[in-house]
């Protein structure tokens, strides 16, 4: 099971930080990540995290403003996302893979959170 929260309402150039707290599997051995759907739009990979925290990987178009990282003592995988822009207001969803020690999330076997709302202003 995986709890997202953290989204809101936010003037372009923003911050903020979404959470997603996992229960019943241990990210420290499992890939992790964040995508996001925004209305009329199709899924979109956002960031990735490998099992060991050694490997990341952004979407070009977040490149450089968001960050992700995980606490695997807290079992809960953070997205930083600062300078934010019209353009990435979404669903945010966090997923966990199936797979122990893969360095990037596979949404076609990952379990997921149910989403959090991030609306940025102009």
């Known amino acids: 099971q995986l709890q997202a929260y953290g989204g809101g309402l936010v003037q372009a150039g923003g911050s903020l930080r979404l959470s997603c707290v996992v229960s019943?599997?241990?990210?420290?051995?499992?890939?992790t990540g964040w995508f996001r759907q925004a209305p009329g739009k199709e899924r979109e990979r956002v960031a990735h995290i490998s099992w060991s925290s050694r490997s990341t990987l952004y979407a070009t178009s977040v490149k450089g403003r968001f960050t992700i990282s995980k606490d695997s003592d807290k079992n809960t995988v953070h997205l930083q996302l600062n300078n934010l822009k019209p353009e990435d207001t979404a669903v945010y969803y966090c997923?966990?893979?199936?797979?122990?020690?893969?360095?990037?999330?596979?949404?076609?076997?990952?379990?997921w959170g149910q989403g959090t709302q991030v609306t940025v202003s102009s």
């Open positions: 019943g599997r241990t990210i420290g051995y499992y890939a």
């Open positions: 997923g966990v893979d199936s797979l122990r020690f893969g360095t990037k999330l596979d949404p076609s076997r990952a379990t």
